[in-house]
């Protein structure tokens, strides 16, 4: 893996090349600084509901195991255990609907950010000289404190 820092006045943001699967990843983080939080912004929500509308192939508003699986099928694996799913709405079989996969992300967000930038990689993010995934998350709490690693598909 190869680092490179650079830093914009207060921010850090580290460039992570690493291989992963069978592609090359630039990955992204944040170190989100004490009594600061992150959420998805427009962009954020706008592009995981382009993921659900990709995969709900029937367009129940639902994912069925077999279109979860297809979704992540690039990824290492389903970023949420089963018993997540108890907590965000799903249909009368227990499957993920459009509310409870927004409500995911919204709870990974805040919890773990780096865990959605990390996702939204593997499910192919644009990244260009202008954009990554950092501009589909907000900050909320201190001025630009926040540490950025950068995590995208080359
Ligand atoms: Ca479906």
Redesign the pocket.
């Given at each position: 893996m190869v680092s490179i820092n650079i830093w914009f006045e207060s921010v850090v943001v580290e460039f992570q090349f690493l291989q992963s699967l069978d592609k090359l990843l630039f990955l992204c983080r944040m170190n989100v600084p004490a009594g600061c939080t992150t959420e998805l912004n427009q962009t954020g929500f706008d592009f995981f509901t382009s993921m659900f509308v990709k995969h709900?192939?029937?367009?129940?508003?639902?994912?069925?195991p077999e279109?979860l699986m297809t979704l992540f099928a690039i990824c290492p694996n389903i970023p949420w255990g089963k018993q997540m799913f108890l907590g965000v709405q799903t249909n009368d079989k227990g499957?993920l609907t459009y509310s409870g996969f927004i409500c995911q992300w919204v709870l990974t967000t805040l919890l773990d950010v780096n865990r959605t930038m990390e996702y939204m990689a593997y499910l192919g993010y644009p990244i260009n000289e202008e954009k990554s995934q950092t501009e589909a998350i907000n900050g909320i709490g201190k001025e630009n404190s926040f540490v950025l690693i950068l995590l995208n598909h080359l």
């Open positions: 709900d192939k029937d367009h129940d508003r639902a994912l069925s279109e499957w």
